[in-house]
């Protein structure tokens, strides 16, 4: 019988031999696999490796970060990258990578993961579940019918990433899901060695834009991220891209569902190119729940029994008090709504209510028990702008 291991890059050797399993996986070009190879000797101590009697097969990328919910940012490790070799494929080494990789990351101390899944079975089987969306927009500029030129638009050049954060703070607090993003990430949005990238700023920081375009006449504005605080911004934002379109076809963003840009156009027509569900794994249940934010009016005590097959510190009954927009967590309890650390994540994130993870067979309760959760987890759709 074979040996399967799992642990970080052990040299050189075993780095390459990752980068080319990620080439074979991933279709990178020479130049792609050399930036990444580059890019792994930085990540050595996050990268994490799958192996068949010594000999690497697969591997993954730790990213850690944070994600706001409820109001607050709840530590969190992506999950990137996660690859295995065609022909060492449906032999068990991506469950063995995933379960290993969620064991450690229970035993430091993490509260969530979130991987975006070109699978979902394996990542099912490791305690993951769909818990919110990442929405992919656009729209002709021509049929911008907005016309709302209240407020300046300033050119942000050179780029001042800091004028930016701040805003973007302020909406990713008032949503669910949103990272809060490293250096790393905004780098990612405002520097391309490729293109160039503009950025503007509308009115005194009520919002910004960053996009590039794409081709000559005729181009697309390609936004890589849009952030409006206030109905004006928004207005005025709608209004800068419908100036572009004597030269402009298409505007494309990534918004959540029922984007509130949406609510200043007279007519629907924009078009959603692509929807894709990202997954969440409650890592640890005491901490995810206290780290949390909630509603501030709620008062509340749920009592919960949470199942986890991978890690039994997770499983058995919990007391989650709720007051002034915090909670403070405890074990015991009568258990009285029974779910599945499957089905605590779409409910934590706030993608689905309690009702129907239990219509789904992730949860079960009373129907007060039910309506509970619902209202102690309630909040805005969780989306991300962001992939990883």
């Not at 990137?80 to 064991?103: F, I, K, N, T, Y």
């Not at 050049?157 to 800091?162: C, F, G, L, T, V």
């Not at 949470?306 to 405890?330: H, I, R, T, W, Y």
Request: charged share 25%; proline share 5%.
């Amino acid at each position: 019988m074979s040996e399967i291991t799992v642990g970080a890059p052990t040299s050189d050797e075993e780095l390459l031999e990752f980068a080319r399993q990620q080439r074979r996986t991933y279709n990178w070009t020479q130049e792609r696999h050399d930036d990444e190879l580059a890019a792994m000797g930085e990540l050595r101590g996050n990268l994490r490796l799958v192996r068949r009697d010594g000999s690497v097969a697969g591997g993954l990328t730790l990213i850690p970060m944070a994600q706001w919910f409820g109001g607050r940012s709840v530590p969190m490790t992506g999950i990137g990258g996660v690859g295995v070799d065609p022909q060492e494929r449906a032999g068990g080494l991506a469950s063995a990578l995933m379960r290993a990789v969620v064991e450690e990351l229970h035993s430091g101390g993490c509260a969530l993961s979130t991987l975006y899944p070109a699978t979902q079975p394996v990542y099912r089987r490791a305690g993951y579940e769909l818990a919110g969306w990442r929405v992919s927009y656009s729209m002709d500029a021509n049929l911008i019918d907005v016309r709302d030129r209240a407020l300046p638009v300033h050119v942000c050049d050179p780029i001042d990433r800091d004028r930016f954060v701040s805003v973007y703070t302020e909406r990713a607090r008032i949503t669910n899901g949103n990272l809060d993003r490293s250096e790393k990430f905004w780098e990612r949005i405002t520097d391309n060695p490729k293109g160039e990238v503009q950025a503007y700023v509308v009115g005194d920081g009520e919002g910004y834009v960053v996009f590039t375009q794409t081709g000559q006449w005729g181009y697309d504005l390609n936004v890589r991220d849009v952030v409006t605080l206030t109905p004006g911004a928004g207005r005025r934002l709608l209004t800068f891209f419908a100036d572009h379109r004597s030269f402009a076809k298409k505007v494309k963003w990534t918004g959540p569902i029922g984007d509130p840009l949406a609510y200043h156009l007279r007519e629907q027509h924009w078009n959603v190119d692509g929807v894709f569900a990202w997954m969440v794994r409650v890592i640890d249940v005491e901490r995810a729940l206290a780290e949390r934010g909630y509603p501030a009016s709620l008062e509340a005590e749920l009592h919960l029994h949470v199942s986890d097959d991978v890690l039994p510190g997770n499983d058995g009954a919990f007391v989650l008090n709720v007051a002034d927009g915090k909670a403070e967590v405890s074990r015991g309890g009568r258990g009285s709504l029974r779910i599945d650390v499957r089905g605590l994540a779409p409910l934590y994130t706030a993608h689905q209510p309690a009702e129907i993870l239990a219509s789904a067979g992730l949860a079960e309760g009373s129907d007060s028990d039910l309506a509970l959760a619902t209202a102690v987890f309630a909040g805005p759709a969780p989306w991300l702008a962001d992939s990883f």
